[in-house]
């Protein structure tokens, strides 16, 4: 008996250690996370002028600014796959406490880059600006499909402050870009979680996208038509 | 109308989608990223916009995902029912009967072991256990409880986790590893072994077997203060603190159980009450 209850002891003392490492991990990592948080606040801040930079000079500029942070992000998470790389398979252990980062730098980057280009960026270059090689750290696809739904609610909301600084362009373009989206969203089976909410929200966006391009339209404000008088209002 | 709005944009959408898999020649897109053709290769990418390029793999890897993700929790489910047999059969053990009934209960428990839970195994490689484990761990920790009944119906200790994954050794993942019991499972699992014990305890006592309802006191008291040293599972925080209430309500049953055997039991012989009992109990069958 008395071996018994020592046999256990040792076991359980070994449990310990190894919770206790692995509560050490969730530490380090937590640290990491607190900093990432910091940047992702800033680089947001310095993305938000772009809702009422009036020339594409200041608009340039705000997003070099918010473009610059994507090094501090890179340093971040070449961290956290430090961290997991000593840990082969745990990834997903530790995986909440990242998630909900994840997102937000999936939107800020997709959203940098479609300001930039018009078009999305792909999984693979989500990976490829934060610098993590997929067999090591990769990015889950999805959190990288969350990243992009919150997408289309900042466009939706950069296309009201486009028109009203009287760019009549953006519309067409975020609304034939959002419409894309979300066909291949379509495409995808999602089970009930987290990612079909805020898809099913997408629509929403995408309809209000659509009724500025209406009223941008039926006021004959689109270059290519022949401009009628502007209303006054 | 905003609904009908939409189902018609969704249909101009599959009108495009289609006309453009006519018209587009060129081929965009890049190699698939799981490379393991699982013969759900679609019809075409080619000349499809890249956007749904990129999210038909997407969508192929999700796919494989949620399958993986559904076998997982039907094999977990399998253990799991077959796990409970081999408890309750461990519980039908009486004197009589006690060889034949554990070695039957030790032959379910390897057959448990090289379908069921050989099945899971070969679902898993690489971060394929952390992932999916809310799916499956159930399961497992069924299995450690049904392990660990055996074994402490046989030899009265503890099933060790190292003894455990030493009984899995044959079993290999996808990747061909030896598939391992996290500690957090066996943990889980070994929580629930308490009540079991608890259980046999107190039917041990019935029986007229106290000294069983001590040595399950015993072990009871070690895994207790074993599990009180530990630092609480962040991976399951709330599984956790239940277990540790319900152990403790179970140590707190078999001390009373043999806190009343030993001050009751004094008033008679330890021959008289089991044979009391048994005779009483024959009678009323």
Redesign the interface.
Known sequence: ?DE??N???L???E??A???E??AV?EKIRAVISELDNVIRVMQAALLPVHHATTPQSGKEVLNKAKSYIAQLQNLYSQLAEIIRVR??????Y?DHWRNQTHTVVFLLAFVHWLDTQG?L???EVETLLGVK?EEFSID??DY?VGLCNISNELSRYVVNRVTAGDYECPRQVSAFL?????????????NDLLRKRFDGL?YDL?KVEEVLYDVKIRGLLSDQAAPKPMVS | MEDTRLKERKKKHEKMELQEEVVGGRVFGKKPRTAVGMGLAQTSSQGMNPLHTNFQEIGRELDLMNEKRERLVKASRDVTIHSKKVIFAVHRISGLNKAATLEQAQRDLNAVRSNQVTRLAREMQGNDYWKFRRAFSPGMQEFVEAAATVEFAKTGRLLTLAELNRSFLHIKDAANKPFEVSIPDYILGVGDLTGELMRLAVSGIAAGQPEAAISVCNLIRGLYEGFSMLPSLQENLRDWKTKSDTMFQSLMKVETACYNVHVRGSEYPPEMLAGDFEYSRDDHS
């Open positions: 008996m018994n209850r046999l256990m002891e076991q359980f003392e449990f310990r190894q919770l206790e692995s509560g969730r082969p398979g745990q990834y997903y252990r995986h999305l792909s999984h693979s997929p696809v999805e499909l419409s894309d989206l979300f066909s291949a969203f379509r495409i995808l089976n999602l089970r629509k309809k």
